[in-house]
T-cell receptor, first 113, second 114 residues
Framework: GENVEQHPSTLSVQEGDSAVIKCTYS??????FPWYKQELGKRPQLIID?????GEKKDQRIAVTLNKTAKHFSLHITETQPEDSAVYFC????????????FGTGTRLTIIP | KAGVTQTPRYLIKTRGQQVTLSCSPI?????VSWYQQTPGQGLQFLFE???????NKGNFPGRFSGRQFSNSRSEMNVSTLELGDSALYLC?????????????FGEGSRLTVL
């Protein structure tokens, strides 16, 4: 089955700096890659996603890049703010709209004021 | 529109007991999936139901089971509880149609097995 590896497990950045989280997946059939943010004690929420027919997607300070050949995708957060502090999970699935997601183990991002 | 509701929010059981968790999806959503969240393991897929049928299943033992009712509400059951079953169990719903992607999670049921 699919396996998703996520790095780093923890990340601390100064407020205003950029943060990058990287994930690799094993199954070349995967074609949908969402990112979820989970604040302390709260439910995971989708922040951005990308399909395999797209190389990059941006939404304000957040961007995701996908390299299908290398089977890795990354989350980029620019101009970080304290409210960006959370655990971020990458995931992969083989069908957009398929609710069986394989998640990475998460990255705890801490923004230092 | 009300979000995904899970009950109970917290529960404590002892080894060997069984537990039933409930999930009410967002109105109109027909797909309900379940995930187990543990520290260091992230979220692991248990199963997904759509229109009362199990459509996908993860790699968990048969002690973990679920079902979905005609109103799309779902329950999951864990029998013969083990210490390692202590976790946050998250339910998520979507419309179940293609091109909808986003999972809407509930706040979870935190199970502690003693």
């Amino acid at each position: 089955g699919e396996n998703v590896e996520q790095h780093p497990s923890t990340l601390s950045v100064q407020e205003g700096d950029s943060a990058v989280i990287k994930c690799t997946y094993s199954d070349s059939a995967s074609n949908y890659f969402p990112w979820y943010k989970q604040e302390l004690g709260k439910r995971p929420q989708l922040i951005i996603d990308i399909r395999s027919n797209v190389g990059e997607k941006k939404d304000q300070r957040i961007a995701v890049t996908l390299n299908k050949t290398a089977k890795h995708f990354s989350l980029h957060i620019t101009e970080t703010q304290p409210e960006d502090s959370a655990v971020y999970f990458c995931a992969a699935s083989m069908n957009f709209g398929n609710e069986k997601l394989t998640f990475g183990t998460g990255t705890r991002l801490t923004i230092i004021p | 529109k009300a979000g995904v509701t899970q009950t109970p929010r917290y529960l404590i059981k002892t080894r060997g007991q069984q537990v039933t968790l409930s999930c009410s999806p967002i109105s109109g959503h027909r797909s309900v999936s379940w995930y187990q969240q543990t520290p260091g393991q992230g979220l692991q897929f248990l199963f997904e139901y759509f229109s009362e049928t199990q459509r996908n299943k993860g790699n968990f033992p048969g002690r973990f089971s679920g079902r979905q009712f005609s109103n799309s509400r779902s329950e999951m059951n864990v029998s013969t509880l083990e210490l390692g079953d202590s976790a946050l169990y998250l339910c998520a719903s979507t419309s179940g149609r293609t091109n909808t992607g986003e999972l809407f999670f509930g706040e979870g049921s935190r199970l502690t097995v003693l």
